[in-house]
């Protein structure tokens, strides 16, 4: 296991205990690692009105954005599940926005883990190849 991997899922770790689920209970931690080294953490966070709720991954790439980072070499999710913790759909949406070549490590607490390139967990991503359909789209409205 790289070096950077072992980092992230522990950051990741640590970051879950800050989660606040208390309708769900399902605590879910995340650590995103820039191109340039730096590590933003997140946590998921919930509220009362489901949709108002955010995961981890989307509040760890938030936080590095907020900071003036938007590029990612991977990012780290962790929940204690049987098998490793997979991001929603919102989230691969947030990945593949900014760094679709980005290594996601899925994993639980028994040490599984898996990668995948963010480009390869949303097929067919909606991403900046369309964005000149985007501006079409929304000038004919």
């Given amino acids: 296991m790289e070096k ?31 191109d340039n080294g730096k590590i933003f953490t997140g946590c998921n966070i919930e509220n009362v009105s489901l949709g108002l709720s955010i995961c981890a991954e989307r509040v760890a790439i938030f936080n590095a954005i907020s900071k003036g980072y938007k590029s990612f070499k991977a990012i780290a999710i962790i929940c204690d599940t049987e098998k490793p913790c997979s991001p929603c759909g919102a989230c691969r949406q947030a990945m593949i926005e900014f760094s679709p070549e980005m290594n996601v490590i899925m994993c639980n607490f028994q040490k599984k883990y898996i990668i995948k390139k963010a480009k390869d967990l949303i097929p067919d991503a909606f991403n900046n190849e369309n964005k000149n359909n985007t501006r079409s789209f929304l000038q004919n409205r």
């Avoid at 980092?7 to 970051?15: C, T, V």
């Avoid at 208390?22 to 605590?27: H, I, L």
């Fill in 4 to 34: 950077y991997i072992e980092n992230l899922i522990k950051k990741a770790k640590e970051a879950r205990k800050k989660a606040y689920a208390p309708y769900s209970g399902f605590k879910v931690g995340s650590a995103a690692l820039t």
